[in-house]
Every structure is written in structure tokens, then in C-alpha cells.
């Protein structure tokens, strides 16, 4: 068997004949929900950050909403960088299995988490102070959670997204 074949074998589509780690398979829910975690975790600490430090600023909605979307990329990267920095890779290719693999994952997290924010009462104008700031922040990540879980299931069904990290792990 050629490196080819085995790659395909390892880590391609047809990963349900059980030719790779995950027991389940490739497009398992399961997979998918943890790789949704993983990347809300990143979006989470982010967000929270940069509507924090926004908020604490008394900065309008919109440069607070810039930057806790711009953190939340950063702190999505940097989970998955670590990872795979700690795998061997140096940072250019770390970096390259990030992008790969959270890029629309984080991106359409971003996209529901902001506009639920966007579209609950009162939401925009809340403080950290107020329960409406938290309570719209978690039904925002729960509301990004069930939307980017079955993107995430399809992309890893097709060796995309958060697929491409698992042979680091």
C-alpha cells in the first residue's frame, strides 16, 4: 500500500470501514458536538472578552462587537494551534491547520451568536451588571452551538474543518 492509499485509508471519507482512531466514525454527532465545543470555547472566551472590555469602555455596540468577533478568532485559533503546536508543528503550518480547520466553523458561530445578541430585546444596550447581558450571551452560544454542529458533522464527514487537526492529536 502506497503513502496515498494509507492517508486515504486514515484520515479520508471512508474512515467508516475503521480505518482511523474515533470508534464511531468520522460523521458521528458525537465528533461533531465535541469539534462545536472545542471551537465555542475559543468564540466564548473572545466574546466574552471583547464585550467586557467594550462594555467596560462605554464603547458603542459596534467597535465592541468588532473586537470581541476579532478575540473570538484569536482565542478559536490560538485552542487549536496549541494543540498542534504541542504535536511538533512548527507555527506556520500550526497555524495553517488552524485556518483550515476553524475558518468556517468560527464564522458562522460568530454569525449566530451576534445576530441572536443582535435580535434579543435589550441585548445591545445591557451592561455586564445586567442578567440580560448574560442570559442573551448564553442562549446566544447555545443558539451557535445547535446552529454550527451539523455544519461542523458535515465537514468533517468530508475531511474538512476540524478533521484536518485530528491527526495531531
Known amino acids: 500500500m502506497d503513502m496515498r492509499q494509507h492517508e ?3 484520515s479520508g471519507p471512508h474512515e467508516r470501514h475503521g480505518h482511523h482512531d474515533h470508534r464511531k466514525g468520522a ?20 466574546e ?10 462605554a464603547w458603542h455596540n459596534v467597535p ?6 476579532a478575540l473570538a478568532f484569536v482565542f478559536g485559533y490560538s485552542l ?11 507555527v506556520r503550518s500550526a497555524l495553517r491547520v488552524a485556518l483550515a480547520a476553524d475558518t468556517a466553523s468560527i464564522t458562522i458561530m460568530e454569525l449566530a451568536d451576534n ?6 430585546p435589550g441585548a ?13 450571551l448564553a442562549l446566544s452560544f447555545v443558539v451557535a452551538f445547535l446552529l454550527t454542529t451539523p455544519v461542523n458533522k458535515w465537514m468533517i464527514a468530508r475531511g474538512k474543518g476540524h478533521a484536518v487537526v485530528h491527526q495531531y492529536h
Open 124 to 136: 445591545m444596550d445591557a451592561t455586564l451588571s445586567d442578567a440580560l447581558f448574560w442570559l442573551s
Open 48 to 57: 466574552i472578552a471583547g464585550m467586557a472590555i467594550g462594555t467596560a469602555l
Open 115 to 120: 445576530g441572536t445578541i443582535a435580535l434579543f
Open 8 to 10: 486515504h485509508t486514515r
Open 80 to 90: 487549536t494551534m496549541r494543540g498542534v503546536l504541542r504535536a511538533g508543528l512548527d
Open 64 to 69: 465592541t462587537m468588532v473586537l470581541a468577533i
Open 27 to 46: 460523521t458521528s454527532w458525537s465528533m461533531a458536538a465535541q469539534a462545536t465545543l472545542h471551537c465555542l470555547t475559543g468564540c466564548a472566551i473572545g
